[in-house]
């Protein structure tokens, strides 16, 4: 499975627009080995959170990245992983197995601050400074 880019959670999205320059310069540098993506669920997540003053910021980073949305082959991958893991005693949110479904469906490697919330074998992960 190759690597088309790498997909940020909302941690790094978060880490980001409060100007944390560790992670900046990190996102700069592998925007430099791949392209950056987004989905609907940390965008939601961020908007959720964005103060006034910091909306246009935000928009115009959202509109830089690619953006990806959630299909069906998606959804049901991430029912299924929460589902499975369920069975092992593991509670994963749904937010968290659409955002590593996506990453896996779209061959991205997830960059996250999180990855005890992502235990996929099969997700390939950065954990972000």
Same mark, same amino acid.
């Given at each position: 499975?190759? %690597?088309n880019g790498f997909l940020l959670d909302t941690? @790094? !999205?978060i880490d980001i627009f409060r100007g944390r320059m560790e992670i900046i310069g990190f996102i700069d540098k592998l +925007?430099? $080995?791949g392209d950056l993506f987004v989905c609907s669920i940390p965008v939601a997540e961020v908007f959720s959170g964005v103060r006034p003053q910091e909306l246009p910021r935000v928009e115009e =980073? =959202?509109?830089a990245v690619n953006y990806l949305t959630i299909e069906y082959r998606t959804a049901k991958r991430a029912g299924l992983y929460r589902r499975d893991f369920? /069975? /092992?005693g593991i509670t994963l949110s %749904?937010? $968290?197995t659409l955002i590593a479904a996506t +990453? @896996? $469906?779209f061959s991205l490697t !997830? @960059?996250?601050k999180n990855v005890s919330h992502f235990p996929m074998k099969e997700l390939n992960i950065i954990e972000h400074p």
């Open positions: 499975m190759g %690597i941690t @790094v !999205l +925007a430099q $080995d =980073f =959202f509109e369920q /069975k /092992k %749904i937010s $968290d +990453a @896996v $469906d !997830l @960059v996250t």
